[in-house]
């Protein structure tokens, strides 16, 4: 069954360099997605991306974050100086539509920041 | 701001049992809804879904109801195995919230224990 892939599966990067989470979303899908999971806390809506633009982005979203699919199957999410509090589970989903159709989650990539 | 709600943190069913998860939403305009099993170190893995057009959902053990007078939907799962054990996670989506990739908005969880 396909699915979303995410490397690397955990990134430690010292507080104010810049990190690179990187995703393989299914082969047959238009839409991509990032959310976030700080420990304990639910998981975040932070951008939806479709036609090579992005579609909807959440609060959390601000300048720090940007988003690319630098060709036809990766799709990237960089934080330009990370944070303490960027430390969390960040997850990738993809869906083939945007209308009533699942999103399908990749496993996440552990961003630690020290 | 919690628009999606699940108010038990954990759940213990004895297996063979029925296991009936539960999650409110405040949002009004949620149209589609979802349910997601999360097994740790993994991601979020689809499981059943509801229009809001619609008041049940059925695939296999797992059936979902939809009460949008109660702002209120249910996961049943029958019989309840070892394996079901898993964070789950009611989700649901707000057509109108953006410019069309809609982002899911998440509960916070419930940890259902499936019990020998």
């Known amino acids: 069954e396909p699915e979303v892939t995410q490397t690397p599966s955990h990134q430690v990067t010292q507080m104010g360099q810049e990190v690179i989470l990187r995703c393989v979303p299914i082969s047959n899908h238009l839409y991509f997605y990032w959310y976030r999971q700080i420990l304990g806390q639910k998981v975040e809506f932070l951008v939806s991306?479709?036609?090579?633009?992005?579609?909807?982005k959440s609060e959390i979203f601000d300048d720090q974050f940007s988003v690319e699919r630098p060709d036809g199957s990766n799709f990237t999410l960089k934080i330009r100086s990370t944070k303490l509090e960027d430390s969390a589970m960040y997850f990738c989903?993809?869906?083939?539509?945007?209308?009533?159709?699942?999103?399908?989650f990749g496993d996440g990539t552990r961003l630690s920041i020290l | 701001d919690q628009q999606v709600k699940q108010n038990s943190p954990s759940l213990s069913v004895q297996e063979g049992r029925i296991s009936i998860l539960n999650c409110d939403y405040t949002n009004s305009m949620f149209d589609y809804f979802l349910w997601y099993k999360k097994y740790p170190a993994e991601g979020p893995t689809f499981l059943i879904s509801i229009s809001s057009i619609k008041d049940k959902n059925e695939d296999g053990r797992f059936t979902v109801f939809l009460n949008k007078s109660a702002k209120h939907l249910s996961l049943h799962i029958v019989p309840s195995q070892p394996g079901d054990s898993a964070v789950y996670f009611c989700a649901a989506k707000d057509p109108y919230s953006g410019g069309g990739a809609d982002g899911l908005t998440f509960g916070k969880g419930t940890h259902l224990i499936i019990q020998p």
């Open positions: 991306f479709y036609n090579n633009e992005i579609s909807e």
């Open positions: 989903a993809s869906s083939d539509t945007s209308s009533n159709q699942p999103q399908h």
